[in-house]
């Protein structure tokens, strides 16, 4: 059975309709115009290119890859592949909650590990090890943290995944955010791909270069891993449609006017949401050093679930942010910059109120 995740729902209905968003997640979508038109006719070979492009950009080989549509797509064929009903999947907390429903869905028991405010949220793989048992299939984390932006260095997802083979788990890492550490590198330089042979990723081009309705993702993996996840996609979709691997050909063809379109995008805003934070005494911020939001606890009135308070500050303030519930903290909310520089003062001045009233 599917499970109904409570927060995209949320998103669909709420996100993106109101006048100032502090919601949406990633860089805004480029419009057609801001990109050539799509050369030539598409035939058959156009999937092939789009998997040379997938293991170019992630500097893996061909077999390593396996395209999906977005993310999303991507974490559904690597859990497919790699949990089976019974087996236990470790999951942070707070976090996005597909990461919970996926796993459910395919009769896995998931359990939770926290990734706790005193220590920045950052992941700390004692945590991890104490939720382990004999049964954990798989540990699941996001890098950068999905709703905190906190960014996890490499050699600390090292640790893990050792920590993970040594007890015959997998490690899953969405790196959807972690090309936003340095947008200039390709996405290989911020992957966990080659921490370990039992370390599975799943990234796409939706948050770094606002190129979400195209659903341009993809699994990187070694060995029965990844062979199991390409297993998943032919037996379900046999692969692709053509049609979307040549929109993601051509996108990877223009990926450097997206990041510079990525980077303007994103000049500026952090410090100034930071600058916001230090003066509201009742918030607690992530303070994140990378991408493009972080999440705020209230420390006022600190038993309050915020959602009520946040959709009434849409309706009558037009101001959105996403409640702290969905990723199971009823105290606090996602914040993110993905709106124009202009409006940024206006927005979190509304916010201030939506807060305040
Ligand atoms: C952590 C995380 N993973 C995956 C996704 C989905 O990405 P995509 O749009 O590529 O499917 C999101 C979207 O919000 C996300 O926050």
Redesign the pocket.
């Known amino acids: 059975m599917v499970r109904r995740t409570k927060y995209l729902h949320w998103a669909f209905d709420h996100v993106g309709r109101s006048e100032l968003d502090l919601a949406a ?1 990633g860089i805004l979508p480029f419009g057609e115009a801001e990109l050539p038109p799509l050369e030539g006719p598409i035939d058959a070979r156009a999937y092939g290119t789009l998997v040379e492009a997938i293991a170019a950009f992630n500097q893996a080989p061909e077999e390593c890859v396996v395209p999906t549509l ?4 991507g ?1 559904f064929v690597a859990m497919s592949a790699l949990v089976s009903p019974g087996d236990e999947v470790l999951v942070e907390a707070p976090t ?1 909650e ?1 990461l919970l429903a996926v796993p459910e869905q395919l009769g896995a028991k998931v359990v939770t590990f926290e990734r706790r405010p005193e220590a920045r949220y950052l992941l700390e793989p004692n945590q991890i090890a104490a939720k382990m048992t004999d049964r954990t299939k798989l540990v699941v984390v ?1 890098n950068l943290h ?1 709703p905190t932006g906190v960014h996890t260095p490499l050699e600390v997802l090292g640790d893990i995944a050792a920590l993970c083979a040594e007890r015959g788990a997998t490690l899953l890492v ?1 790196e ?2 972690a090309p936003f550490v340095d947008l200039q590198k390709p996405a290989y330089a911020s992957s966990a791909a080659r921490l370990g042979a039992n370390v599975v990723c799943v990234s ?1 081009l ?2 770094c270069w606002g190129a ?1 309705p195209h ?1 341009i ?1 993809w699994v990187t993996g070694s060995g029965t891993a990844i062979d199991a996840c390409r297993t998943h996609l032919v037996t379900t979709l046999g692969h692709l449609p053509v049609g979307h691997a040549a929109r993601g050909v051509h996108i990877f063809r223009h990926l450097e006017s997206l990041t510079a379109r990525a980077e303007r995008d994103l000049a500026k805003k952090r410090d100034r949401v930071g600058a916001w934070m230090a003066s509201r005494k009742d918030l607690s911020w992530s303070a994140p050093e990378h991408g493009l939001f972080g999440f705020a606890t209230r420390t006022k009135d600190a038993n309050e679930d915020l959602r009520a308070r946040i959709e009434k500050g849409q309706r009558e303030r037009s101001v959105l942010v996403v409640p702290g519930s969905f990723f199971g903290v009823k105290n606090g909310f996602r914040l993110a910059w993905s709106l124009p520089l202009e409006r940024l003062d206006e927005a979190l001045g509304r916010l201030g109120e939506v807060l305040d009233a």
């Open positions: 997640s977005g993310a999303s797509h974490l996005y597909p996001t999905n969405d959807v955010y796409s939706t948050k979400g659903r993702g």
